[in-house]
């Protein structure tokens, strides 16, 4: 702390007219000094590269973007191809933000359908690990309109926030997920006493954040009021990937195809569809009769879907990406020293696990801890370095477990 008299070495202001005045071995400086001084530090020394500073040749093209995917999600073709195209459109677009001619190029935000455990959020997710931009998860769920219990439509853009260190500029080149879309479709077309806060109304108050608005937002989320600090961020560069379930969307798309979910016949103008994979079919109608409204939907032009897991691909997912499954176990054994193997038996008997619980990828990870939670608990404390997981072992384990107990029951 400096003493009453002394002056800043930069400005030369007292200490009577400075809130605070450093003092260092030959000289002294103020807050305001400080403050300009770390500002000037942050713009010459380059930080972490994002993506408003990449070149358009440094931008991934398509292709590339797709095979980056390929090494942590199996399969999906269809979803890479149309996220990989949007995203290279838009970050293009964000560099290109200067054209000689007056051709405005507007951003397309992305809705995919598809069951649990498909791959939504781990595509959204690995996007964002290749571009380096600041990615945010947001749950639909707990959206209300603004007065009402539960999170601000504005919560979403205070995780991005978050997820940027509050540095404004990033946050709005970066890319928000906004998952479980399908649970704040509208209700019924019924009047009811009841007001739908979780529904249309949360539809309503995304149209702005969607198409690309300035909107005021609280850095530490919560309620607004009015003497809180406020952040203003545009979101005309925010790219919205928003995911859904879609829950019982394939009898609209049947009904639509004039085809029958369950039944014998068939006339001759459907026999060529493929009743095991309606979402294939999927058009913007079939997400305005399930209850999205029109307005949100056209915010939300590129509409693709995800097919369900078939044997093959659970197999595949479960050894062959980067981040599978059972090479996070084999890592975690190694951290103790332990080498863990399997046989090939095991994986099958997985998978046929993870078909019986029809919960998609999800599945799979609660099926190997079951099998694998006495080894975990026991071998950090024991002597022995080498462990293999026999058919027998995995069953009997899986058998005696909490979670094959409750599918019997259900």
Known sequence: MAKSGESCTFCGRSSRDVNLLINGISGAICDDCAQQAYEIVKEQIPGKKSSFSLEQEELPKPEDIKTFLDQYVIGQDDAKRYLSVAVYNHYKRLIQK??????????????????????????????????????????????????????????????????????????????????????????????????????????????????????????????????????????????????????????????????????????????????????????????KSFGLIPEIIGRLPILTYLNPLDRTTLRNILTEPKNSIIKQYVKLFEMDGIKLTFDESVYEYIVDKALEFKLGARGLRSIVEAIMMDAMFSMPSADETELHITLDYATEKFEKSDVNRLQAAS
């Open 98 to 287: 200067i054209t000689t001619d007056d051709v405005e190029i507007e951003k397309s935000n992305i809705i995919m359908v598809g069951a649990t455990g498909t791959g939504k959020t781990l595509l959204a997710r690995t996007i964002a690990k290749l571009l380096h931009v600041p990615f945010a998860i947001v749950d639909a769920t707990v959206l209300t309109e603004a007065g009402y219990v539960g999170e601000d439509i504005e919560s979403i853009l205070t995780r991005l926030l978050q997820a940027a260190d509050y540095d404004v500029e990033s946050a709005q080149r970066g890319i928000v997920f906004i998952d479980e879309i399908d649970k704040i479709a509208r209700k019924s077309d019924n009047p009811s006493i009841t007001r739908d806060v979780s529904g249309e109304g949360v539809q309503q108050g995304l149209l702005k954040l969607l198409e690309g608005s300035i909107v005021n937002v609280p850095p530490q989320g919560g309620r607004k009021h009015p003497e809180q600090k406020m952040i203003a961020v545009d979101t005309k560069n925010i790219l919205f990937v928003c995911g859904g379930a879609f829950d019982g969307i394939e009898k609209k798309i049947a009904q639509r195809l004039n085809t029958r979910v369950v039944g014998y016949t068939a006339s001759d103008n459907t026999s060529q569809i493929d009743r095991n994979n309606l979402l294939k079919y999927i058009t913007p109608t079939d997400l």
